[in-house]
């Protein structure tokens, strides 16, 4: 079955960095656009970054264009999320999934909290 497994969330201080990875399993990684999307308390989930299957730059909304950047290893069935100049407002826990206008699966992982405080 589909498992999504994210990491890599932490505490950071405004400004500052994290990498998170999504290691994925149970379907042909190399053959679906994957994506990163986020949910932070009270508010829906949103999409924040996606590539395509054979990786690139990457697709992003306005809130993190220039700060988050997304990449894949498909040899190692994972997609990574390089996020710089943390904000407060990225602190939300946040999902990987295949699929690129909309996630493919409904079994979502279980997340990786990201807070951005001082």
């Known amino acids: 079955q589909v498992r999504l497994v994210e990491s890599g969330g932490g505490l950071v201080q405004p400004g500052g960095s994290l990498r998170l990875s999504c290691a994925a399993s149970g379907f042909t990684f190399s053959s679906f656009a994957m994506s990163w999307y986020r949910q932070a308390p009270g508010k829906a989930r949103e999409l924040v970054a996606r590539?395509?299957?054979?990786?690139?730059?990457?697709n992003y909304p306005d809130s993190v264009k220039g700060r988050f950047t997304i990449s894949r290893d498909n040899a190692k069935s994972t997609v990574y999320l390089q996020m710089n100049s943390l904000k407060p407002e990225d602190t939300a826990v946040y999902y990987c999934n295949a699929g690129y206008n909309s996630p493919l699966y409904d079994a979502w992982g279980q997340g990786t909290q990201v807070t951005v405080s001082s």
């Open positions: 590539i395509t299957s054979v990786g690139g730059r990457g």
